[in-house]
């Protein structure tokens, strides 16, 4: 099977938009059922990883999620986390921030959220917002900030920080991977309308949504800035095709085992030492009475 996820990569400096990636792309798939078989491996993977990172006990994965409404996040972190163990899995999902949050610097609710070592970590929306519905919608003036810093380089200045944040975690080991899902804003419109006729569905529609939608361009350029200014070779973005939603679960599943595979946790290895008393371990419970 060929492997794209370099064609979804972000890692360096390049300009890009979102536009310049594919929303329907199926890979060498071409329905749910053909890659069924293999998002259940990769699944299955990813728990036998997550079990030897927590034994490990030393690196931190933070998963990013990013999207327009309605591309998929929740479905797609329901899916990932399908195989995972609870225990080794946290999920933080970050709407506007409360008055407690804005009497902080903005990293502040994030960094209290952090996977622990040995765990994966996902949020659900993240520090990402500070570059796009913050700047769609000019909410810098809500935040608090002193005058001294509110100018024209604010961004420029959140794109290093985001940059510097990043490295400093995982010089500290959390490996953080980004994933923008990728939806068009016609299968955006279809999914709307299928929330409004589907009685099963309708409380997942709010107004804000369609609200939301009009601003679609200049989320597309914000989106756009913001990854090609914070895509890193130790922190890259994934720009995942989202309109066939089974096709988005497997990519992201296939790039976070490829990303797991790579960080080289094992179990931990016992000394000659500690090797030896497990013999004596066995014959005191073999000689129980
Ligand atoms: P869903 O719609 O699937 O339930 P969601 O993530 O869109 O999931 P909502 O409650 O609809 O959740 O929206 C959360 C809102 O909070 C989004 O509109 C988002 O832009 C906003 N938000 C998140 N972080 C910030 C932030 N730092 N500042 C301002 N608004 C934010
Ligand atoms: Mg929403």
Redesign the pocket.
């Known amino acids: 099977m060929a492997n794209y996820i370099g064609k979804f990569r972000v890692k360096g400096p390049e300009k890009v938009t979102p536009a310049d990636f594919p929303t329907a792309f199926t890979g060498d798939f071409t329905n749910k059922s053909e890659a069924a078989e293999s998002l259940e491996a990769n699944v299955k993977r990813m728990s036998d990883l997550q079990d030897m990172m927590y034994a490990h006990d030393k690196w931190a994965v933070l998963l990013i999620f990013q999207a327009m409404?309605a591309a998929g996040?929740?479905g797609a972190i329901k899916h990932v986390m399908s195989g995972l163990n609870p225990q080794g899995t946290q999920v933080f999902?970050?709407?506007?921030?409360s008055a407690e949050e804005l009497d902080h610097d903005?990293m502040w609710r994030y960094n209290k959220s952090l996977p622990e070592r040995g765990r994966i970590g996902i949020f659900?929306?993240s520090y990402y917002?500070?570059l796009l519905?913050?700047k769609v919608h000019n909410?810098i003036k809500y935040q608090k900030l002193p005058d001294q810093v509110v100018n024209k380089n604010i961004w420029k200045s959140r794109y290093r920080q985001i940059k510097d944040y990043e490295r400093y975690l995982f010089e500290n080991g959390v490996l953080v991977l980004k994933f923008f899902l990728n939806v068009s804003k016609d299968e955006q419109k279809r999914r709307f309308l299928q929330r409004l006729e589907d009685p099963a569905k309708n409380w997942?529609f709010?107004e804000?949504d369609v609200r939301?939608r009009r601003y679609w361009d200049d989320y597309q350029k914000a989106y756009g800035e913001a990854i090609c200014n914070t895509a890193t070779e130790i922190a890259p973005w994934y720009v995942i095709p989202a309109d066939k939603k089974w096709y988005a679960r497997f990519l992201i599943s296939q790039i976070i085992v490829d990303n797991l595979e790579k960080l080289g946790v094992h179990y931990p290895k016992l000394d000659d030492e500690q090797l030896s008393k497990l013999a004596i371990y066995a014959e005191m419970l073999n000689n129980e009475k």
């Open positions: 409404d996040k929740d999902s970050f709407k506007q921030p903005y659900n929306r917002e500070e519905v913050v909410l997942k709010s804000a939301e």
